[in-house]
């Protein structure tokens, strides 16, 4: 049975209090129409676990698992440290997702050896990729509770700190690490560029998710959705991220414009791939901060006239956002 598994952060806006103006400005008929036929469950998974969903299916913790690819073992515990920007919205301290800091490999390894050389003793820093880095500590993190940067890019960084027993160290540490990014003559650089500044860190690890559904081999992310050709056979599961960031950050008006184009291209081509039998069963997942939404639709589902033709959008995002 072809499958397709399809990823939609940000497709619900996430504060309901503004339902009521985001009513009159949007339908989303496609879509609205294949909810109120399919089945829709609720799990608990967030936008991370999908994210990386490859490395997880590991079944380790995903510093652990870099850990590994990195041949490491040395320390007591490791994590997963992301270079970010901290910027103050009236009393909210807000964490933005760092592909906005547009680093580059020598900025990265030169505040990695920054880092390494003012903690030398304590703590080590690791490459993975421009964006990601590992941290190995040598304390233990058993009860640690700790949230991926991605899940939370938008929100109060206040409400999200890592919890545990061990807590105070790692906020300590977060302190410290800011304050030697606040003096770092790079962000002067980068501020003279018109750059962001990194002016912070976040500190964090996942455990592996159980999922519903098997995602096969290969988890594409694609913002446009070019990969939904007729040649469907070249993807399993497809991750569509185009409404997220401007949800995340509250950008109602470019929400709007991404969510009606969702609407008008991918719904519709959704829907004529379960036609024409290109897919005989479809599962649209839509994370968010405090869960994820699953529907479960098959190509029989939408010969189901008996059932609710649509939703108008509101009716949907509340139901959703139950």
Same mark, same amino acid.
């Given at each position: 049975m072809k499958q397709l598994n399809l990823i939609l952060p940000g497709l619900i806006w996430p504060n309901t209090a503004d339902y009521e103006y985001l009513s009159s400005r949007i339908k989303l008929p496609q879509f609205s129409n294949l909810f109120a036929k399919g089945k829709l469950s609720r799990l608990e998974l967030n936008v991370s676990d999908f994210v990386y969903a490859e490395q997880l299916s590991s079944g380790l913790n995903l510093a652990n698992y870099y850990a590994k690819e990195l041949g490491l073992n040395a320390h007591v515990a490791y994590m997963l440290l992301e270079p970010t920007h901290l910027r103050l919205d009236r009393d909210r301290l807000l964490i933005s997702e760092p592909a906005l800091l547009q680093l580059n490999s020598a900025e990265a390894q030169q505040l990695i050896g920054e880092i390494n050389g003012y903690f030398s003793g304590e703590l080590e820093v690791f490459y993975i990729s421009d964006e990601l880095w590992l941290i190995g500590l040598n304390f233990a993190l058993d009860d640690v509770v700790s949230y991926p940067l991605i899940d939370i890019v938008g929100e109060n960084i206040d409400e999200f700190l890592p919890s545990g027993n061990e807590r105070l160290r790692l906020h300590k540490l977060i302190n410290e690490i800011q304050m030697l990014l606040f003096n770092l003559p790079l962000n002067k650089l980068r501020e003279d560029e018109g750059l962001l500044s990194i002016n912070?860190?976040?500190? !964090?690890?996942?455990?592996? &998710?159980?999922?519903?559904?098997?995602?096969?081999?290969? /988890?594409? $992310?694609?913002? #446009?959705?070019?990969?939904?050709?007729?040649?469907?056979?070249?993807?399993?599961?497809?991750?569509?991220?185009?409404?997220?960031?401007?949800?995340?950050?509250?950008?109602?008006?470019? !929400?709007?414009?991404?969510? &009606?184009?969702?609407?008008?291209?991918?719904?519709?081509? /959704?829907? $004529?791939?379960? #036609?024409?039998?290109?897919?005989?069963?479809?599962?649209?997942?839509?994370?968010?901060?405090?869960?994820?939404?699953?529907?479960?639709?098959?190509?029989?589902?939408?010969?189901k006239f008996w059932r609710k033709k649509a939703f108008l959008w509101y009716e949907l995002a509340e139901e959703l956002a139950e």
């Open positions: 912070s860190v976040w500190i !964090w690890d996942k455990a592996p &998710a159980k999922f519903a559904f098997e995602f096969g081999t290969r /988890l594409a $992310n694609n913002s #446009n959705f070019n990969a939904l050709t007729d040649d469907f056979a070249a993807v399993t599961s497809l991750i569509v991220d185009k409404a997220y960031y401007p949800a995340c950050y509250r950008d109602s008006f470019s !929400w709007l414009e991404v969510v &009606a184009e969702l609407d008008n291209l991918l719904a519709a081509k /959704l829907s $004529n791939l379960l #036609n024409s039998r290109k897919i005989q069963r479809l599962n649209i997942y839509v994370p968010t901060l405090t869960g994820c939404h699953c529907l479960q639709l098959s190509r029989f589902d939408l010969w």
